[in-house]
C-alpha cells in the first residue's frame, strides 16, 4: 500500500473501507492541526459549537446522538467549552433531565472569528483529490453516513 511505512506490507487492507476511512481520517486531522491549531480549535469541539449556532437550544443528548458522540464524552467535551465561557447550559422546565445548550456571546464571537479558517481548511484538506473527485466522495460519504438528502 503506497504511503505505508517502509517495510510494513499493509496491502490486505487495500479493500477494507473502514481502515481507508480511518487512515484518511487520521490524514486530514493531521494537516487541521498543522494548520488550524493555534487558533485553538479540534475538528470536534467546533463542529459542536457550529451545530450550536445552528440550532440555540439543543439539548446535549439529542446532539451527542446526531454527531455520535457518546454521552460520557459529549459531557465531557461541553464542560470544557462552558468552562472557556464558548457555551451555557440550562435545564429546561419541562424536563429536568434535560440539558439545553446556548452559544454565549463569546462563543458566538469564537465561531465567527473562526468559521472562515475552518471551512477554508477544509475545503483544501484534500489535495489529492479533483474538485470532482472531492464532490463524489462526499456524495458517497453522505449516502454511507445516511445524511444524503440532507444539506450539505
Same mark, same amino acid.
Given at each position: 500500500?503506497?504511503?505505508?511505512? @517502509?517495510?510494513? *506490507?499493509?496491502? &490486505?487492507?487495500?479493500? +477494507? ?6 487512515? +484518511? ?5 493531521? &494537516? ?11 475538528p470536534g469541539a467546533f463542529t459542536i459549537l457550529l451545530a450550536l &449556532? *445552528?440550532? @440555540?437550544?439543543? !439539548? ?10 457518546? &454521552? ?9 467549552? %462552558?468552562?472557556?465561557?464558548? %457555551? +451555557?447550559?440550562? %435545564? @429546561? ?11 454565549? @456571546? ?19 484538506? +484534500? ?6 473527485? !472531492? ?18
Amino acid at each position: 500500500m503506497s504511503g505505508a511505512a @517502509p517495510g510494513v *506490507d499493509l496491502s &490486505r487492507f487495500e479493500s +477494507s473501507l473502514g481502515f481507508l476511512l480511518r487512515l +484518511s481520517q487520521q490524514k486530514i486531522f493531521a &494537516r487541521f492541526f498543522a494548520t488550524l491549531g493555534p487558533l485553538d480549535l479540534t475538528p470536534g469541539a467546533f463542529t459542536i459549537l457550529l451545530a450550536l &449556532r *445552528d440550532n @440555540p437550544g439543543l !439539548r446535549q443528548g439529542v446532539l451527542a446522538n446526531a454527531l455520535m458522540i457518546k &454521552r460520557a464524552n459529549m459531557a465531557k467535551i461541553v464542560r470544557a467549552l %462552558v468552562d472557556r465561557g464558548l %457555551v +451555557s447550559r440550562h %435545564v @429546561p422546565e419541562d424536563d429536568r433531565r434535560a440539558i439545553e445548550l446556548n452559544l454565549t @456571546p463569546e462563543g458566538a464571537a469564537f465561531v465567527a472569528a473562526r468559521e472562515g479558517a475552518f471551512f477554508a481548511h477544509d475545503d483544501e484538506s +484534500s489535495p489529492e483529490l479533483t474538485d470532482n473527485e !472531492r464532490e463524489t466522495l462526499l456524495g458517497l460519504l453522505r449516502k454511507l453516513a445516511g445524511t444524503q438528502g440532507e444539506t450539505p
